[in-house]
């Protein structure tokens, strides 16, 4: 059984950065896709960014250009790198990824961005 846990979040200023990291229990980590996802106050659970086993990343139109993911497969440990953080970037955001057809979330870590 897979566990995910986030870590990183906290209250930063616009314009400000933040690093989530995302560490994953268990073998096999590097075989498998891994996604950040956010939810803001109100509203549905979005995509924010994605990486295939390969490396591939795709990310939300929002955050594009702004937010970098990576992997560490040594470490079983995905990142999200956020620079020129917005308001609107508010929100608990969760590390995901899909084992044998079943969603695994971790327990979320909270972003504010506020002056």
């Known amino acids: 059984q897979v566990q995910l846990v986030e870590s990183g979040g906290g209250l930063v200023q616009p314009g400000g950065s933040l690093r989530l990291s995302c560490a994953a229990s268990g073998s096999g980590f590097g075989i498998y896709n891994m996604g950040w996802y956010r939810q803001a106050p109100g509203k549905q659970r979005e995509l924010v960014a994605g990486?295939?086993?390969?490396?591939?990343?795709n990310y939300a139109d929002s955050v594009e250009g702004r937010f970098t993911v990576s992997r560490d497969n040594a470490k079983n440990t995905v990142y999200l790198e956020m620079n020129n953080l917005k308001p609107e970037d508010t929100a608990v955001y969760y590390c995901?990824?899909?084992?044998?057809?079943?969603?695994?979330w971790g327990q979320g870590t909270q972003v504010t961005v506020s002056s």
């Open positions: 995901n990824t899909v084992r044998f057809g079943i969603q695994v």
């Open positions: 990486i295939t086993s390969s490396g591939r990343t």
